[in-house]
């Protein structure tokens, strides 16, 4: 079987530094990471089964609509429709796809996305104002906070939004194709709080 080294479609784009209007408080911090991300779809009528062997192997049952479980390692994210998103730790292929492939088997349809997504992580005091400028999702604490999630186009680009705390920090989940588009109209958002760009540390 052929091993596959993540490259970021970023690499080179993401320039370490502070940029935008505020250079020396800046309200946004934009940072580019990797998880190891599959993507389980249930079969009809396999939603509890398949709930059951994700929390007896991880620890994480299927969330409802819009909502996330987590541990200190993984995170399992509600991402449409009778589908979720099993994401692993920061920079790390911890997750076996055969042998969750195998206990899934005849249950439900398991994709790996973990080469298929962008991962940028959005935070700072002005996060929220800069997500406000790119999509439609009401991201008030009151509609959405903590351990909630959304799948919504932003910049018109399909995304899926998780929300991991309240200070605010968020993952936000891009198809690769889309990446540099996505990655510039984030920061055309940010500019006016001023932002600080990491590129992704380490290709797992």
Not at 42 to 47: A, K, S, Y
Not at 63 to 70: E, H, K
Not at 157 to 180: C, G, K, M, N, W
Request: glycine share 6%; with cysteine.
């Amino acid at each position: 079987m052929s091993e596959f080294t993540y490259t970021s479609p970023l690499a080179g784009v993401i320039k370490p530094g502070v940029y935008g209007a505020s250079k020396t408080a800046p309200g946004v911090a934009i940072l580019e990471t990797w998880r190891s991300l599959y993507s389980i779809m249930p079969r009809n009528g396999q939603q509890s089964v398949v709930s059951g062997v994700t929390r007896e192997r991880y620890g994480l049952p299927l969330p409802d609509i819009g909502r996330v479980t987590s541990n200190a390692e993984h995170s399992m994210i509600w991402s449409g429709l009778n589908q979720w998103m099993l994401a692993g730790a920061l920079n790390e292929t911890d997750i076996n796809f055969p042998e969750l492939a195998d206990a899934l088997k005849d249950m439900a349809a398991l994709v790996d996305h973990s080469h298929a997504r962008s991962i940028i992580r959005l935070s700072g005091s002005q996060a929220r104002h800069t997500l406000a400028k790119l999509c439609a999702l009401d991201t008030h604490p009151r509609s959405f906070s903590s351990n909630y999630s959304a799948a919504t186009r932003m910049a018109h680009i399909s995304t899926l939004i998780h929300q991991i705390d309240a200070a605010p920090l968020y993952e936000i989940y891009v198809p690769r194709a889309f990446a540099r588009s996505f990655f510039s109209e984030l920061c055309e958002a940010a500019a006016e709080y001023g932002y600080i760009a990491e590129p992704l540390r380490r290709d797992p």
